[in-house]
């Protein structure tokens, strides 16, 4: 393969996995900089970026170890057996579903900072709801490659946003630290960065295999760098006056134009991953469960629907919530998994890391406690 191809490969790559971490996480991280403060963000980014990128090459190196290419759902049954399937089966309809749930609120938040003087965001939620779960009924998912074009336009209004913020920034707004909200951060910061699903699409398109552990460091390091200066920009320009869902707040701060330019891009980006995730919890239902089409589909967009109706609308709890349980689940799967896979594996990988067990236990008992720490911070 000549190097420009190698590159190019390796980009695609690189954007597929950071494409698939970036998401609906990112809008809380301001509104947790403003209260917990830069030294406890710094200490989680810092501890979760660790936590996550070992996570991410354990399981680069149980895909790089099994001759037959599965999903973590099937990492887990053949390694682990068929209780780890229905457990992690568990997780990914959960993680799903609640997904969907966040992707509903910020749908309604969006068009309401597109329309203020229109409905309500309850109302916007209910209107976007009902025309998105058309497109999941009829099967469209052609829609794939326009989220990514959506992505890209809204990756491209945060860079804005955070040029313009620049110039704005208070240091009067910054704090160093607030115990009281010391928890806040691990379950927001986490999901914000699970992407691990992507790593076997991610060693797919490599065709120099031995480049995946560079692409995984890489993607990840890029990412936490990214969130840390957006955390930390956007909320020097707020203060506690970051809302909880960012761009609501800073229409004050940047002018209405350019957030209702990136409540524009937010809402198509949110819109097109809900498509996406909808039809993909349908036809995972459908064809790995057996479920009949109509049950499929009614399960896929009216659990969400109905947690939002009952009031289940706090964005950052449920995504703090999510990422505590999401992060518990499958890590701990992903490190169990890793273990057999050393043993049991079937194929030569092209890496081969050298982790202690003390240290994937470790790993195992800060999931637990993290997700614990949630579950008693927010109930």
């Known amino acids: 393969m000549k190097l420009k191809e190698r590159e190019k490969n390796f980009i695609l790559a690189g954007g597929t996995l950071i494409g698939t971490i970036i998401g609906a996480g990112i809008f809380g991280l301001p509104y947790v900089f403003s209260r917990s403060g830069v030294l406890v963000a710094l200490f989680y980014f810092l501890l979760l970026g660790g936590l996550v990128l070992l996570l991410n090459l354990f399981f680069g190196e149980i895909v790089l170890r099994t001759e037959k290419k599965h999903r973590l759902v099937g990492y887990a049954e053949k390694y682990l057996g068929k209780k780890a399937k229905i457990i992690e089966t568990i997780s990914i309809i959960f993680g799903a579903s609640a997904s969907l749930l966040v992707y509903i609120i910020l749908m309604g938040n969006f068009l309401k900072i597109i329309f203020p003087g229109g409905l309500s965001s309850f109302h916007f939620a209910l209107i976007s709801w009902f025309v998105l779960c058309l497109f999941v009924y009829l099967g469209i998912e052609s829609i794939i490659s326009f989220e990514t074009i959506m992505n890209i336009g809204l990756f491209a209004v945060f860079i804005l946003v955070i040029v313009l913020s620049l110039f704005k920034i208070k240091t009067g707004n910054i704090i160093l630290a607030d115990k009281n909200y010391f928890f806040l951060p691990f379950g927001i910061f986490l999901f914000s960065l699970v992407g691990w699903n992507a790593v076997p ?25 990214f969130y840390f ?117 079937n194929r030569e990988p092209e890496y081969s890391l050298k982790i202690p067990n003390f240290l994937i236990y470790f790993l195992i008992a800060v999931l637990i406690l993290g997700a614990l720490s949630q579950v008693i911070y927010y109930f």
């Open 201 to 225: 699409e991610v060693e797919q398109i490599l065709k120099k295999k031995r480049d995946l552990k560079k692409v995984i460091t890489s993607a990840i390091g890029i990412v936490i760098l």
């Open 229 to 345: 200066f957006f955390g930390l920009i956007l909320s020097g320009v707020a203060g506690k006056e970051t809302t909880k869902q960012v761009f609501q707040g800073l229409p004050l701060f940047l002018g209405k134009k350019i957030i209702l330019f990136g409540g524009l891009f937010g809402f198509l980006a949110v819109a097109t991953s809900f498509l996406v995730l909808a039809n993909y919890l349908k036809n995972t239902l459908r064809f790995d469960y057996k479920f009949p089409y109509i049950a499929a589909f009614l399960f896929a967009a009216g659990v969400p629907l109905c947690f939002y109706l009952l009031g289940v609308r706090e964005f950052l709890g449920i995504i703090s919530f999510v990422g505590g349980f999401i992060g518990m689940i499958d890590g701990t799967i992903i490190c169990l998994v890793y273990k057999k896979a050393k043993k049991e594996g």
